[in-house]
């Protein structure tokens, strides 16, 4: 009975031990769209604002930067709104990542004058 017991054991721990793990998911599939980055005016004066609007299906994060002038928000749509001291154009970038390290930069240039 005890060599009866042992062969069980040893057997249970055979099948654990030989059981095949799986492999990590190394996908690299984007899980997001980035159709368009619009604003809803393209020239602006010193001290003025504009939305900008990013166009995203899916699953992702969202980083804004500007060239000069604030950015107000973190979401799909941002305030830009400018600086009373530069004019010229100021670029407004939106880089939109995933879980699987995908990542995709579109841009828009808004004018501000005086």
């Avoid at 009975?1 to 984007?30: G, N, Q, T, Y």
């Avoid at 005016?41 to 060239?67: E, F, L, P, Y």
């Avoid at 100021?90 to 004018?111: L, P, Q």
């Amino acid at each position: 009975m005890k060599r009866f017991f042992i062969l069980v054991f040893l057997s249970a721990l055979f099948l654990i031990a030989c059981k095949k793990k799986p492999k990590p998911s190394s996908s690299s599939e984007k899980l997001f769209t980035y159709n368009s980055l619009t604003s809803d005016v393209s020239s602006i004066k010193q001290g003025d604002a504009t939305n900008i609007k990013a166009n995203i299906t899916g699953a992702a994060s969202i980083a804004w930067s500007a060239s000069a002038g604030d950015i107000f928000g973190n979401d799909r749509t941002v305030l830009f709104a400018a600086g009373s001291c530069c004019t010229g154009n100021h670029t407004v970038t939106c880089t939109v990542s995933d879980a699987n390290n995908n990542s995709e930069s579109k841009s828009v240039v808004i004018y501000v004058h005086s």
